[in-house]
Nanobody
Framework: QVQLVESGGGLVQPGGSLRLSCAASGFAFSRYAMWWYRQAPGKERELVATITAAGVSTYTDDSVKGRFTLSRDNAKNTVYLQMNSLKPEDTAIYYC????????WGQGTQVTVSS
């Protein structure tokens, strides 16, 4: 059974940090690129960052460059999104997606940045 399970979300004050995890099972994780999206209330889901199977990360949202770091541990079948200097506009549900011969989505984890 294929699963992508995000965790690590929560409520944090502006300027704070969170590390999101996306744990994969049921498919060849090391062969898949992993993409992170977010969807803010009332907005469309947007791509935030991607990481190749080899571990090369790209930040597609300019607003997160320099603040977010995407990494993966293929031994643990997990991808991590380290988020620093969080802003209220980072508030959203964050989703991971596995992209390869097939595509899989996680269920999302809520991140709320508020004082």
């Amino acid at each position: 059974q294929v699963q992508l399970v995000e965790s690590g979300g929560g409520l944090v004050q502006p300027g704070g940090s969170l590390r999101l995890s996306c744990a994969a099972s049921g498919f060849a994780f090391s062969r898949y690129a992993m993409w992170w999206y977010r969807q803010a209330p009332g907005k469309e889901r947007e791509l935030v960052a991607t990481i190749t199977a080899a571990g090369v990360s790209t930040y597609t949202d300019d607003s997160v460059k320099g603040r977010f770091t995407l990494s993966r541990d293929n031994a643990k079948n997990t991808v991590y999104l380290q988020m620093n200097s969080l802003k209220p506009e980072d508030t959203a549900i964050y989703y991971c997606r596995a992209v390869g011969s097939r595509e899989y989505w996680g269920q999302g984890t809520q991140v709320t940045v508020s004082s």
